[in-house]
T-cell receptor, first 113, second 112 residues
Framework: KAGVTQTPRYLIKTRGQQVTLSCSPISGHRSVSWYQQTPGQGLQFLFEYFSETQRNKGNFPGRFSGRQFSNSRSEMNVSTLELGDSALYLC????????????FGSGTRLTVV | ELKVEQNPLFLSMQEGKNYTIYCNYSTTSDRLYWYRQDPGKSLESLFVLLSNGAVKQEGRLMASLDTKARLSTLHITAAVHDLSATYFCAVRGSGGADGLTFGKGTHLIIQP
């Protein structure tokens, strides 16, 4: 059974640019959530999608957005990148309500220079 | 606002010893999760605790949940070097709002 696939694994961008990260959940999982991990702030919730609808949203500025497609794959976009956006971005896949847990992908390490 | 506090944040221990990591949370929750993270890696799911009094064990690790005290523990028995990692607890708020709130993590080093 394939796990959660995140692409790309590493990314270097310049301040002011935008970036799109991709996440393919485990087959059959309809929920995808995104997290940002930094040494200073730890792991923080960005948003969650279920059946193409944003179900929950964390406390991040509007520069952070996402979407989910009909095949449950999800993308997150960050516009007008800032140095502070450098982080490991993790997506998590679950069947629905997390009762069987959340499986995390390997992450995308974004560096903004 | 849901807050999750782990302690200790750093733990150095010898192989063969027992120790407990504590996870306190501030508001009602119906789900608690434990994860392990190795340096430069993603999060590996260890336990999902769904109800008061839940206890789960896998190898040398045992996790429990007391929803009345808003406390979960991760107990390590007879530690071995391979258990060196950072351990996170995460709590899902009641009703599923706001995703998972993570503790700051416990950086565990087990020395031979």
């Amino acid at each position: 059974k394939a796990g959660v696939t995140q692409t790309p694994r590493y990314l270097i961008k310049t301040r002011g640019q935008q970036v799109t990260l991709s996440c393919s959940p485990i087959s059959g999982h309809r929920s995808v959530s995104w997290y940002q991990q930094t040494p200073g702030q730890g792991l923080q919730f960005l948003f969650e999608y279920f059946s193409e609808t944003q179900r929950n949203k964390g406390n991040f500025p509007g520069r952070f957005s996402g979407r989910q497609f009909s095949n449950s794959r999800s993308e997150m976009n960050v516009s007008t990148l800032e140095l502070g956006d450098s982080a490991l971005y993790l997506c998590a896949s679950s069947q629905g309500d997390g009762g069987h847990g959340y499986t995390f992908g390997s992450g995308t390490r974004l560096t903004v220079v | 606002e849901l807050k999750v506090e782990q302690n200790p944040l750093f733990l150095s221990m010898q192989e063969g010893k027992n120790y407990t990591i504590y996870c306190n949370y501030s508001t009602t929750s119906d789900r608690l999760y434990w994860y392990r993270q190795d340096p430069g890696k993603s999060l590996e799911s260890l336990f999902v605790l769904l109800s008061n009094g839940a206890v789960k064990q896998e190898g040398r690790l045992m996790a429990s949940l007391d929803t009345k005290a808003r406390l979960s523990t991760l107990h390590i028995t007879a530690a071995v070097h391979d258990l060196s990692a950072t351990y996170f607890c995460a709590v899902r708020g009641s009703g599923g709002a706001d995703g998972l709130t993570f503790g700051k993590g416990t950086h565990l080093i087990i020395q031979p």
